[in-house]
């Protein structure tokens, strides 16, 4: 009867570690592949947490490491998944969510963010409902590591290598792919279809319902607060209210990248408008740095541009590079207009460091890395 017992009972567990097993493999191949097809937005992450904990100089290895730590999550995930090496791997496991709930309890309290960007663009919560997914997760990884603690930690079989092979190649080619080219998944809203100016305002209406105006004033007569809405005419009475505060209310729980801060400037203004209104073929060249312009992507972009002239469509540059007085950049021949566009809007629309966006009245219909700019056999 007690072998019974125990046997129900290391039934019971087994399943429970079985089913924990699976649940932190879906959490970590999901998470590791939003953000592995999106290197660029995990290193502008990175980036930020560095710059928030002071850790500057190690700006210069963002990048690689963006790249390593997704394709990491990606491989944990894989590995948990089909059984390989899980001592290891839970191992990996408990520490990875040790640290980020750590990580993210600092942030949601010491040192604030708006997004941590543990699932990329893909899912935007805020610090606190990071911590407490961590916090959920954090005992799972401690049931599949105490359920494989008895296993050897480096006991490989040879399939167990071959797979260990795969997952670590298709993890890691799959984000230096990504960061050569661009998002195999584009979980940004300046996605292929989507009309910019219409984008911008149906997420202007978004956000007006989401937000609530409260206005708080004094009764003269006794001194007390009342807090009124938008619609109510009795805060109106002068002879009777006195204005104290005006509030903005949102029961918004989630961050996200925001398609209505496009906006284009040059030495004559806003010049946004202008730009979204063009009829039928724009080509934006989007350049991070004017002077830095890699040769053979420059020898791209012109043939591109005069390719495009030569077939009466239009052909812009946008760059967070300061213009000051300057109006055009110089492409070959030909001159060109420019706009000064902020670099993290630049970035959310083209995720990487020179490219080109193309429009059809208004409407992305495609975006290159400078590296896949089609030649001009191709444009035809």
Known sequence: MLNQRLFSR?????????????ILAITFIFSGVVKTVDPWGTALKVSEYLTIYGWDSLQGYVMPFSIWMCGAELMMGLMLLFKVRIRLVSIFAVCSMLIFTVITFLSATV??????????????????????????????ALVVWWRYRRDRIFSFSKLELMCAAIFFSVAMGLGIYCYYHLPVIDFLPYKVGVHIADAMQEEQRAQDEEVETVLVYRNLKNGRIKEFQL???????????????????????????????????????????????????????????????????????????????????????????????????????????CYNIDASTMKTMLRARNGVVVLDDGTIVAKYNCRDIPTSEQMK
């Not at 963010?113 to 699932?119: A, K, L, P, S």
């Not at 030495?267 to 004017?290: I, N, P, S």
């Not at 009466?312 to 030909?334: A, H, K, N, Q």
């Open 10 to 22: 290391q039934r019971l567990f087994k399943n429970l570690a079985h089913l924990c097993r699976t």
């Open 111 to 140: 040192l604030p963010v708006e997004d941590c960007g543990c699932f990329g663009e893909a899912m935007k919560l805020t610090p606190w409902l990071t911590f407490f997914k961590n916090l959920a997760l954090l005992p799972l």
């Open 231 to 337: 619609d109510d005419t009795e805060w109106q009475d002068e002879s009777k209210w006195e204005w104290v505060d005006t509030r903005i209310e949102s029961d918004k729980n989630v961050v996200k990248a925001l398609i209505s801060e496009f906006a284009l400037h040059n030495a004559e203004g806003d010049a946004t408008e202008e730009v979204l209104a063009t009829k039928g073929r724009l080509y934006m060249l989007c350049l991070t740095r004017l002077d830095r312009i890699p040769n053979p992507c420059e020898e791209r972009l012109i043939a591109l541009t005069h390719e495009a002239l030569k077939r009466g469509e239009s052909v812009i540059c946008l760059t967070p590079d300061p213009l000051y007085d300057r109006m055009s950049l110089t492409m070959g021949e030909v001159e060109i207009p």
